[in-house]
C-alpha cells in the first residue's frame, strides 16, 4: 500500500513541478512585466490602473446563480481533483 502512495506523490509531484515551471515560463516570455509593451501596463499611466482593474475583479461577487448552475453540473470533476490532489499531499 505505501508503494502506491509514493507513486501518487512522484506523478503529483511531477505535475506540481510541471505546473510551477509553466507558471513562471509564461510570467517571463508572455507578460513579460519588466517590458512597456507587456499585457500588464497600461501605455498612458503605467501599471497602476491595470492593477486597480483586476482589484475590482477579484472583488466582484462571483457566487450567482450561474455559478452554483456550474458547480452543480461538473461537481464530480471537482471532486476527483480534490481527491488526486489530496492524495498527492499525503
Known amino acids: 500500500m505505501a508503494g502506491i502512495i ?4 512522484v506523478l503529483g509531484g511531477f505535475l506540481g513541478l510541471c505546473l510551477v515551471m509553466g507558471v513562471i515560463l509564461y510570467i517571463l516570455l508572455d507578460l513579460r512585466p519588466w517590458r512597456r509593451d507587456s499585457l500588464l501596463w497600461d501605455q498612458e499611466n503605467g501599471p497602476a490602473p491595470v492593477i486597480l482593474k483586476y482589484k475590482k475583479i477579484a472583488q466582484q461577487n462571483f457566487f450567482n446563480r450561474n455559478t452554483k448552475n456550474h458547480i452543480k453540473s461538473y461537481y464530480m470533476y471537482y471532486g476527483l481533483a480534490i481527491i488526486l490532489i489530496g492524495s ?3
Do not use: G
Open 88 to 90: 498527492a499531499v499525503i
Open 6 to 9: 509514493t507513486i501518487f506523490q
